[in-house]
């Protein structure tokens, strides 16, 4: 079997298309346009790719980008109040800040910093216990794009084994919580796990998020099973790969996602979801 390839990009173009016009239609109509502020603090170059993409994007769709800048030795204390001037103003419907931060910032409260409405990451507690309560008002962008894949290619999920590898809280919690909400049951799996190949054959959609190359291989796939590769890795060649084994995964599976061209676009395209509905929110609550 030779696994159809879910195509990201493609997808991601749809829904940018679809931002696109809703963010004129809010322009049109309210005369409000949509603005996303993204900060980084510090040079970590993986991060200045996300950044430049994630304004690109912003820019392409008609919302308003604004990346902060700020050097890595910046304090706490003029981060925080960088973000309490964000969460004051108006014409900012988005915030997001980049992560990892420098070490001599605490990540946790930093994101706590953020207003809850404004929080597109959706990282926020609030944020996190309203999705874990059955109630979203912001899905984590890269599980939100994972859904809408899914969903683009008719997977049923209800009552479907739904394997995760990697519980981290920017994606797999958040993405266990979105399979178990359409009825997956779902099993995360963790640097702990004893016999990870165990778990991940009995997956009839398995979500590889690690952040090692290679770590899910072709023996370790259900037949049949679609794979979801979010893992964004350099391989030892210099090329980008995911956490998938993808020559020997894609010959059992029955659909799978490349990286390149999977994952990661949709990621932004959901960020962009995220923004606009932010504004589309705040005309209401002014009406
Ligand atoms: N760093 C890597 N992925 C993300 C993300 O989705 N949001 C933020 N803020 N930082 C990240």
Same mark, same amino acid.
Request: proline residues 14%; aromatic residues 0%.
């Given at each position: 079997m030779s696994a159809r390839i879910i195509d990201g990009k493609k997808l991601s173009a749809q829904i940018k298309e679809d931002v696109a016009q809703r963010v004129q239609a809010l322009q049109q109509k309210h005369g409000i346009q949509a603005g996303l502020t993204v900060v980084l603090v510090g040079e970590d170059p993986a991060s200045q790719v996300y950044v430049r993409n994630k304004g690109l994007a912003c820019e392409a769709a008609g919302l308003k980008s604004e990346i902060i800048r700020l050097p890595a030795d910046t304090t706490e204390t003029k981060l925080l109040a960088l973000i309490t001037r964000l969460n004051q103003d108006s014409s900012v419907h988005g915030i997001l800040v980049q992560l990892p931060l420098p070490a001599h910032l605490d990540e946790h409260k930093v994101i706590e910093t953020i207003a809850p409405h404004k929080d597109v990451d959706g990282f926020h507690v609030s944020n996190a216990g309203m999705l874990m309560t059955g109630k979203p008002l912001f899905a984590p962008c890269t599980p939100y794009g994972v859904m809408k894949m899914l969903e683009s290619e008719n997977v049923t999920l209800r009552g479907a084994e739904a394997v995760i590898v990697g519980a981290s809280n920017i994606v797999g919690k958040p993405m266990a919580m979105l399979l178990l909400a359409a009825g997956a049951t779902v099993t995360l799996c963790n640097?702990?796990?004893?016999d990870l190949a165990a778990q991940t054959r009995r997956a009839d959609v398995l979500v590889a998020a690690v952040g090692r190359p290679g770590i899910i291989t072709g023996d370790m796939v259900k037949p049949g099973a679609v794979v979801i590769d979010v893992g964004i890795n350099r391989g030892a060649d210099g090329k980008l790969c995911g956490d998938v084994d993808f020559a020997s995964a894609s010959a059992v599976a029955s659909a799978i996602t490349p990286v390149? =061209? =999977?994952v990661g676009p949709m990621t932004i395209a959901m960020l962009l979801v995220n923004t606009l509905e932010a504004a589309e929110r705040s005309a209401n609550i002014s009406l």
């Open positions: 640097s702990k796990t004893r390149p =061209g =999977g």
